[in-house]
DNA sequence: TTGATTTGCGCAATCGTTTGCGTATAGTTT
DNA sequence: AAACTATACGCAAACGATTGCGCAAATCAA
C-alpha cells in the first residue's frame, strides 16, 4: 500500500479535513490562519502515509520550481565540479535543487539543452559554458529567464556574470617571468572560440607589451582544447618553432601539463631548460613534478557568487546587472626558475 | 510578447485546430491520425510562438519526467565526475536530462535529498553514494523507484549494482609488492562506514593471508576520509608506530597522495624508503612525483553500465536484478619498487 | 441578547498537457 | 445511391496542488 503515493486528497480524506486545508497545514512558515491541533493532525497523517508533494502538481501552480539549471562544457575539467559545489552550497540553503547538463561544447546541443532546462520550468540559469556569441543569451533575456554567466562575461551587458580577472592573471605570470629574466616567452593559448581563450590570449600580447618585450606570430600557438593532448602539441609545435624560447605561459593548467608530456618525451627539462606557467591552480599541480607555477582562480567562490547572483536576480527580476571580477593570485613553485643561466643549444632536437 | 510563453492552447487557437489536436500533432512519433498537413501548420505555428511544451504540466498528466536523479557524496573527488559523465553519454541519448545532487555523506542530508529528488518524480535514481545500511534504500524499492547503485552492492538483493571487484584490486597491489619482496606492508583503510572502505580492507586482510604475510593490529589505519589531509595524518600514524614497513596501500588515490605529503614532511624517500600504491587512477596521479603506482577502475564505465541498468528497469520494473563487478587492473609507476635494498634505520625520526 | 468583528476552514477555479471516446466527414464497396 | 468502414479531429475529464473568496462559527463589546 506504499506502492500508489499517497496524494493530498488522501491525506485530507485521512485525516478528516479538506483537501485546501491539508495543503495550507503542510506548508512551512505562514499557519495560514489554521489551528495548530489541526496542523498537528494533518502532518501526522501525511507522515503516517508517507506523503510527499508532487512538486510537478505543485511547479504547474505556483510556475516555480524551485530548481536551477547548470550547464557545463564538460565535468572532466576540475574547475567546473569545483563551481558547481560553490552553486549548491548556496542555493541548497534555500531550498533549491539543481540540475545539471553538459553539451561539449557543442553550439547545437548546447540551445537544445537550454530549451529542455527551460522546459522543466528552472527559475534560473547558470552558465559556465564559454562559448563565445551564445545566441541562447539573447533568448533568455528575451523571455526573461534569470541567467548569470560564469567565466564570460556578456559584452553586451544583459546577464550578470562572475569572472576573474583574466588580463590582469595573465599579466601576473608574464611579469613574473619577466622578473626572472625570461626575455622570450611563448603563449599556448586557449580555443579562440572561447572567451577565456581570447581575454588570455590578449592578455598575454599586452602584459608583453608593458613589459616591453616583443612577441612574434610564431611566439603563439592556440591549441584546439583544453587538454593534456593538445598542450603536447602546441608545445612541440613552439619548441621547434622557436628555439630560443625559454618560458611558456599556457592558458591553462591542463594545457601546461600537457607540456609537461611532450618535454618528457623531448628531453628537454623543466624548470631547467624552460620555464612554464599555467591557469587555475586545479588540485593536484602542486604534487606534479615539477610542482607548477600558475595562476589560481578560486572556482568554488566563482559559483557561490554566480548562485547569489542568480537568487538575487530570480527575487527580483530586474536586479541590476553586474559583473562580478573576481582577483587571481599568482602561486610561485617550482616550474618556473631564473633565465640567468640560457639553456644550451646542444638540446637534443 | 515573447515575453509570456506560449502555451498549447494559444498555438492551437492560433493554428485554428483543437488544443488535443495540437498536442498530437506536436508529439513525435506515432502521427496519430492526424493530416501531414495540419501537423506541418501546427509546427510552423508553434515554432513561430515560441512554443515549448510544459514539463511539469506533461509530466503531471503523464507521470513520466524524463530525469534521473544521481546522488553523489561530493563532486570533489575526481572519480564522481567520471561517473556523471559515463551516465550522461547514455541516458542523453534516450531523452533523459540528470539531475545532480550531492549529500557530503551526510545521512540526514542523504535521505532529504532522495525525498526531493521524488518529490521532483525522477524516473529513476543512480546511487553513488556509498554509505553502508543506508535505510533509503528499502524505502526506495518498497515504493519501486528503480535504483541503481554504483560503487557499493546491496547485499540483500534488492537493487542492481555496478561495482568493481575491490578485494581483487586490493590483491593486486599487495601481490604486486610482494613480488617485489615486501613482506611489512601497512594499509591506509578508507572509512569503515562506506562500502569501499570495507571492502578494501577485507581485500587487503585475504591477499596478506594467501601470501603468508601476517599483518598485525597496529599495520591498518583507517583515515577518517578519502582526502590528502586524512591520509597524511594516517602515513604519520602508520610510520611511528611501524618502523620496519616497506610499502603502504592506500586505499585509494587521495590517500596515497597524502602519504606523499606526510612523507615529503619527514623526509621519507618514495620508494627508495617506502613504496605505495593508491587506487582509482585518478587524472594526473601520472604526473605527480613519483608517478603513482595504482589500481584503475574505469569510471566513466561504471557511469555507462549502471545508466544502462537503470534505463532496463525504468523499462521493466521488474527487469532482473544483477551486480555487474567491472574487472580492476594494476598501473604499475614508480611509487613501488624493490624492497631488496631495506631503508637505512637511520632515517629522520 | 444583538450586532460587529475576527478566525477557521471549505468551495471551486486554475495551472498546461494528455488521451479515451465520440462524432462528423471522406472514402470505399455493393 | 445506400450502406458501410476508415479516418481526422473535437470534447472533456483527468493529473495533484494552490489560493482567492466566502460562509459559518467563535469571540468580543455593548
Same mark, same amino acid.
Given at each position: 500500500?506504499?506502492?500508489?503515493?499517497?496524494?493530498?486528497?488522501?491525506? #485530507?480524506?485521512?485525516?478528516?479535513?479538506?483537501?485546501?486545508?491539508?495543503?495550507?497545514?503542510?506548508?512551512?512558515?505562514?499557519?495560514?490562519?489554521?489551528?495548530?491541533?489541526?496542523?498537528?493532525?494533518?502532518?501526522?497523517?501525511?507522515?503516517?502515509?508517507?506523503?510527499?508533494?508532487?512538486?510537478?502538481?505543485?511547479?504547474?501552480?505556483?510556475?516555480?520550481?524551485?530548481?536551477?539549471?547548470?550547464?557545463?562544457?564538460?565535468?572532466?575539467?576540475?574547475?567546473?565540479?569545483?563551481?558547481?559545489?560553490?552553486?549548491?552550497?548556496?542555493?541548497?540553503?534555500?531550498?533549491?535543487?539543481?540540475?545539471?547538463?553538459?553539451?561539449?561544447?557543442?553550439?547545437?546541443?548546447?540551445?537544445?539543452?537550454?530549451?529542455?532546462?527551460?522546459?522543466?520550468?528552472?527559475?534560473?540559469?547558470?552558465?559556465?559554458? #564559454?562559448?563565445?556569441?551564445?545566441?541562447?543569451?539573447?533568448?533568455?533575456?528575451?523571455?526573461?529567464?534569470?541567467?548569470?554567466?560564469?567565466?564570460?562575461?556578456?559584452?553586451?551587458?544583459?546577464?550578470?556574470?562572475?569572472?576573474?580577472?583574466?588580463?590582469?592573471?595573465?599579466?601576473?605570470?608574464?611579469?613574473?617571468?619577466?622578473?626572472?629574466?625570461?626575455?622570450?616567452?611563448?603563449?599556448?593559448?586557449g580555443p579562440q572560440n572561447l572567451s577565456t581563450g581570447v581575454t588570455r590570449k590578449r592578455g598575454f600580447l599586452e602584459a608583453a607589451k608593458t613589459l616591453g618585450l616583443k612577441v612574434q606570430?610564431?611566439?603563439?600557438?592556440?591549441?584546439?582544447?583544453?587538454?593534456?593532448?593538445?598542450?603536447?602539441?602546441?608545445?612541440?609545435?613552439?619548441?621547434?618553432?622557436?628555439?630560443?624560447?625559454?618560458?611558456?605561459?599556457?592558458?591553462?593548467?591542463?594545457?601546461?601539463?600537457?607540456?609537461?608530456?611532450?618535454?618528457?618525451?623531448?628531453?628537454?627539462?623543466?624548470?631547467?631548460?624552460?620555464?612554464?606557467?599555467?591557469?587555475?591552480?586545479?588540485?593536484?599541480?602542486?604534487?606534479?613534478?615539477?610542482?607548477?607555477?600558475?595562476?589560481?582562480?578560486?572556482?568554488?567562490?566563482?559559483?557561490?557568487?554566480?548562485?547569489?547572483?542568480?537568487?538575487?536576480?530570480?527575487?527580483?527580476?530586474?536586479?541590476?546587472?553586474?559583473?562580478?571580477?573576481?582577483?587571481?593570485?599568482?602561486?610561485?613553485?617550482?616550474?618556473?626558475?631564473?633565465?640567468?643561466?640560457?639553456?644550451?643549444?646542444?638540446?637534443?632536437?
Open positions: 500500500m506504499e506502492k500508489t503515493k499517497a496524494t493530498l486528497k488522501d491525506v #485530507a480524506k485521512a485525516a478528516g479535513v479538506h483537501i485546501s486545508t491539508a495543503s495550507r497545514a503542510l506548508k512551512a512558515e505562514p499557519q495560514h490562519r489554521i489551528t495548530p491541533d489541526v496542523v498537528e493532525r494533518v502532518r501526522i497523517v501525511a507522515g503516517k502515509l508517507g506523503y510527499r508533494v508532487n512538486a510537478f502538481a505543485s511547479s504547474l501552480r505556483t510556475k516555480r520550481s524551485n530548481a536551477i539549471g547548470i550547464l557545463i562544457p564538460d565535468l572532466w575539467n576540475p574547475g567546473f565540479p569545483a563551481i558547481v559545489t560553490g552553486v549548491q552550497d548556496v542555493v541548497s540553503r534555500e531550498g533549491y535543487e539543481i540540475t545539471i547538463a553538459s553539451d561539449g561544447n557543442d553550439l547545437e546541443r548546447h540551445a537544445a539543452v537550454i530549451e529542455n532546462m527551460l522546459a522543466r520550468q528552472v527559475d534560473g540559469l547558470i552558465l559556465a559554458t #564559454a562559448i563565445l556569441k551564445d545566441p541562447a543569451i539573447a533568448s533568455l533575456v528575451s523571455r526573461n529567464v534569470p541567467a548569470v554567466m560564469v567565466n564570460r562575461r556578456d559584452d553586451q551587458g544583459r546577464a550578470p556574470s562572475v569572472i576573474t580577472d583574466d588580463e590582469r592573471g595573465i599579466a601576473l605570470a608574464v611579469e613574473h617571468l619577466a622578473s626572472l629574466g625570461h626575455r622570450h616567452i611563448c603563449h599556448i593559448a606570430e610564431s611566439q603563439i600557438v592556440v591549441a584546439d582544447s583544453y587538454s593534456r593532448d593538445a598542450g603536447a602539441r602546441a608545445a612541440s609545435r613552439i619548441i621547434t618553432q622557436n628555439r630560443q624560447v625559454t618560458a611558456l605561459v599556457a592558458a591553462n593548467d591542463l594545457l601546461a601539463l600537457g607540456c609537461y608530456d611532450s618535454f618528457r618525451a623531448s628531453g628537454i627539462r623543466c624548470p631547467a631548460d624552460v620555464s612554464i606557467t599555467g591557469y587555475n591552480d586545479m588540485p593536484l599541480v602542486d604534487l606534479v613534478s615539477p610542482p607548477l607555477t600558475t595562476v589560481r582562480v578560486d572556482h568554488r567562490q566563482m559559483g557561490a557568487e554566480a548562485a547569489h547572483l542568480l537568487l538575487r536576480r530570480i527575487g527580483n527580476t530586474n536586479a541590476p546587472v553586474v559583473d562580478l571580477v573576481l582577483r587571481p593570485t599568482l602561486v610561485v613553485r617550482a616550474s618556473t626558475s631564473s633565465a640567468a643561466v640560457r639553456r644550451s643549444s646542444k638540446r637534443p632536437s
